[in-house]
Structures are given as structure tokens and as C-alpha cells.
């Protein structure tokens, strides 16, 4: 992260409070954290939930797991609601009953934008693992102009856009946003373009990139490669040195298939290996290679190239040297 200081999760457990109390601990949790909302409860046995929240730049991001339930958020609930915003939400461990401008069936890791102006009820028929991304109304409505023309319908898992919109939605718990090397303006706006994107499609919009889309991204790579030893470099800086808005940045990339946060790590683990692997730099320890990268962290360094390379920093010299060898 580009902050010295990591977001603090906020968390919530029923196991602090006696079985009887259970419900309404997880209710007053869900009004902290999510939205307020009334509890519903047909399976007989011990009821469970954890509740953990993070702030993801302009975004919020609480993961809740647990025993089935029912969820209700009626006219009262709606009342006690703070501003306008939305919520994107996933259940990616089991299928879900949603009725919320109409009755729509989820699967698992299926996606859904709700409105939190008007009511709903859910009915989550099993064990549960939902993520719920809070989305500000002057947020939503800079990537999505009509947000309420998508509220209410499944965005599934398998198709199009929706399948990379719902796959990054799933690893954006509160434990991965805390511990992120990137800024957490990166994944918001990353999130905003993917959801631009499979609005798209579900309004009938050809998601195929077009030529100048293409054109853009190559430029957009070429300007990362080129920077990406600046360890505070940001899509903003590139999309600035391009003449291009932020925004326009991420959804061109989204249009390709590609991601900004992507793209730069790319480049920097390439530049550390050519170091890593030239002569001219043998004298200079691998720490200091990831920094030269981009990497301001060396723990971090490693471990990313580790994952891309399945060798270490180190065993990446020397296998460069006995290729130089032979």
C-alpha cells in the first residue's frame, strides 16, 4: 500500500453473546456494519455469524458468514438508513433467494446490485459466505450513469464481464484489502470499471473491445513499463501522462481484459528478473533489485515473484548465472 498505515477491520462475532441473544447481536452487527435489517430464522439449532468491515478507499467491503437465515429490510428498516448508496453483493458458498424489485434466484459467487432505498427480503438457504461492497450514490452513478436500471438482476458468474466482475468481487474481503500492496483507490476504481462493464452487457451492449480500445491499452502498457520503477506510481499518474481521465484509464483496460494493478506488478517483476539476471548487477542485493523495481516492500517482492516465477529472488540470479554459463 502506498500508506504507512494499514485499514483497520472492524469485527463482529456472536460467539461473544449467550445463544439466546444471538439474533439480535447479529442484527444490531448487520445496522453497524451493512444496513439495518430484521432477522428471520426457520432452522431449528445454535445460530452463528461473523461480520468483518473494511473501508476500501471510497468503498466499503464487509464480509459476512454464517448459519441460514432470512433477511427483511422493510419500510422502517429503509427509515433508519443512512445516505443513499448500493450495495454489490455475493454469496459464494451457497444459493440465495433474493426479492427485491422481483424475485430473482442466485446461485453461488453470483452477483446482485441492491438499492438501499427500497426494501427487500433474502432468504439465504444454507451456510453463507456474502460479500457486501458499499457503494456511495456519487460513486456508483460516476461508473454506472443509471444505476437503478441494473438494480435487483442476478449478474451471473459464467458469462462475459460478469465473470471477471463477480471473481474480483469474491477476493475483496476486508483480511485481502487490509493487507493489499496497492492503494485501495486502485481496487475501487478497478471494481467501478468492471461494473461499468457487465452493466454493459446486461443492457445488450457488445462487450468486445473496439480497435481504439486496444490502441489505448498498448499506449497505457507502454507508459507502465516505462514508470513502473516509481514505487507511488498510480493509474492516475499514467492516465495524467496520457491525457486521459482516470476513469477512461480503467474502463479501457476493463474493455481488454486487463487491469491496472495487474499490468504494473507485471512490469515490475519483469524489470526485477532482467536485473536480477544481468551481470551488471551482481553487486547489488536483491532487496535492493526489488526497490530499483518498484517494490518498496522486500518481503512483498518476493513473495510476488515467488508466485509468478515458482523460484525466489535469489535462486532467479543464480539460475541466470548458470544460464550465462553454459
Known amino acids: 500500500m502506498s500508506s504507512t498505515s494499514q485499514p483497520i477491520i472492524e469485527r463482529w462475532s456472536t460467539e461473544e453473546v449467550p445463544e439466546s441473544q444471538r439474533l439480535d447481536y447479529y442484527a444490531a452487527a448487520l445496522a453497524d456494519a451493512v444496513d439495518p435489517m430484521c432477522i428471520t430464522r426457520r432452522e431449528v439449532g445454535p445460530f452463528h455469524a461473523e461480520v468483518a468491515a473494511v473501508a476500501c478507499g471510497p468503498i466499503s467491503a464487509i464480509r459476512v458468514v454464517g448459519s441460514e437465515h432470512g433477511c427483511v429490510r422493510g419500510a422502517r428498516e429503509v427509515a433508519r438508513s443512512g445516505e443513499h448508496h448500493f450495495r454489490l453483493i455475493l454469496n459464494a458458498a451457497s444459493s440465495w433467494e433474493l426479492n427485491h424489485r422481483g424475485r430473482s434466484v442466485l446461485r453461488p459467487s453470483d452477483a446482485v446490485l441492491l438499492d438501499s432505498q427500497i426494501g427487500h427480503t433474502t432468504e439465504l438457504n444454507g451456510s453463507f459466505d456474502v460479500i457486501h461492497l458499499k457503494l456511495p450514490e456519487a460513486w456508483a452513478q460516476r461508473w454506472i450513469p443509471d444505476p437503478a436500471a441494473i438494480v435487483g438482476r442476478a449478474i451471473r458468474s459464467e458469462s462475459g464481464f460478469g465473470r471477471v466482475l463477480t471473481s474480483y468481487i469474491g477476493q475483496l474481503s476486508p483480511d485481502f484489502i487490509a493487507r493489499s500492496p496497492l492503494p485501495l483507490t486502485v481496487l475501487a476504481d478497478h471494481l467501478g470499471a468492471l461494473l461499468a462493464l457487465a452493466t454493459g452487457e446486461l443492457g445488450g451492449v457488445d462487450a468486445r473491445p473496439k480497435r481504439r480500445d486496444v490502441a489505448m491499452s498498448e499506449r497505457i502498457n507502454e507508459c507502465i513499463v516505462q514508470r513502473c520503477a516509481e ?17 477512461t484509464l480503467h474502463r479501457t483496460l476493463a474493455a481488454c481484459g486487463q487491469a491496472f494493478a495487474t499490468m504494473l506488478i507485471a512490469a515490475r517483476v519483469d524489470l526485477a528478473i532482467r536485473m536480477l539476471e544481468s551481470p551488471l548487477f551482481n553487486r547489488v542485493t536483491t532487496a535492493e533489485i526489488g526497490k530499483r523495481a518498484g517494490f518498496p516492500d522486500a518481503s512483498h517482492f518476493a513473495r510476488v515473484v515467488r508466485k509468478r516465477t515458482g523460484r525466489t529472488p535469489l535462486q532467479v540470479r543464480q539460475s541466470g548465472r548458470h544460464w550465462r554459463a553454459d
Open 231 to 247: 514505487s507511488s506510481l498510480t493509474a492516475s499518474d499514467v492516465a495524467t501522462s496520457l491525457n486521459i481521465s482516470t476513469r
